[in-house]
């Protein structure tokens, strides 16, 4: 059974920067960040591919987040700098099966098979 436990969100003031971490069980293929504002529809914000030679990344990241992977330690890492108060949300971890690549489906939900139950980001002004 593949399980994924998010970790490090926090409270953050614009400019500042935090670094979430996602801990999985099981063989896993693409990884990603999402992230969800009550109301709005989720984002994709980043992803990698297995061997973690190939990132993507939403537009409005990019220059700022770097998405990581350790293999040895089935673990997935988002480093945030420069973060805006329009970053704040629930941050989710989620994964694709072995045999799941990422290619130009990465951003969207629906594509991955599993899920982390989310932690938060706050970033105020």
């Known amino acids: 059974q593949v399980e994924l436990v998010e970790s490090g969100g926090g409270s953050v003031q614009t400019g500042g920067s935090l670094r979430v971490s996602c801990v999985a069980s099981?063989?896993?293929?693409?990884m990603a960040w999402f992230r969800q504002v009550p109301g709005k529809e989720g984002q994709g914000v980043a992803a990698?591919?297995?061997?973690?030679?190939?990132?993507y990344y939403d537009d409005s990241v990019k220059g700022r987040f770097t998405i990581s992977r350790d293999k040895s330690k089935n673990a997935l890492f988002l480093q945030m700098n420069s973060l805006k108060p329009e970053d704040t949300a629930m941050y989710y971890c989620?994964?694709?099966?072995?045999?799941?690549?990422?290619?130009?489906?990465?951003?969207?939900?629906?594509?991955?098979?599993?899920w982390g139950q989310g932690t938060q980001v706050t970033v105020s002004s």
């Open positions: 990698i591919s297995s061997g973690g030679s190939t990132t």
């Open positions: 989620a994964a694709r099966g072995p045999l799941g690549a990422c290619g130009s489906t990465w951003y969207q939900a629906p594509s991955f098979d599993y």
């Open positions: 099981g063989n896993l293929a693409c």
